[in-house]
């Protein structure tokens, strides 16, 4: 069980599912420490880059390991996927309830094997119903 993350004083009820699904990090300058709530272990890379951009504006230097993550792709393959997905302006089709853009979802579930939902989508139009 993980505590799920909403903004503070929102007073209103939340939408559990985009909830599940988002991430919040808490941080405290002054002490320099931060806190996670929410978020998916599908999200953990993003999470970690982000955590790590917050550690280096409190002055400690990270040193990149020089490896890839298991299974993580390239920067460069990221950017052709977004590159492709917004060729085919696959952002146009996302649920107007969803927690993220299509793109997003596609690469944080699917990594580099995206780029084939790309592929089906740009050859057959009627793929586009999601």
């Known amino acids: 069980m993980r505590p799920l993350a909403i903004e503070g004083g929102s007073g209103g009820e939340a939408d ?3 909830l599940s699904r988002k991430h919040a990090i808490d941080v405290n ?4 420490y931060v ?5 998916k272990l599908t999200d953990c890379i993003n999470v970690g880059n982000e955590v790590a951009e917050i550690i280096e504006k409190f002055g400690m230097t990270l040193q990149p390991s020089g490896m890839a993550w298991y ?4 920067n460069r393959t990221k950017q052709q996927f977004f590159e492709q997905a917004r060729a085919i302006k696959l952002d146009t089709l996302t649920w107007e309830n969803s927690a993220e853009p299509l793109s997003e ?3 944080r579930r ?3 094997n995206a780029m084939e939902l790309l592929a089906v989508i ?3 139009e009627s793929k586009r119903n999601y």
Do not use: M
């Not at 299974?71 to 390239?74: D, L, N, V």
């Open 16 to 18: 559990w599912v985009k």
């Open 29 to 32: 300058k002054a002490q320099k």
């Open 35 to 39: 806190s996670i709530f929410g978020g």
């Open 71 to 74: 299974g993580e792709s390239t």
């Open 105 to 107: 979802r596609f690469w």
């Open 110 to 112: 699917y990594g580099a």
């Open 122 to 124: 740009k050859l057959d």
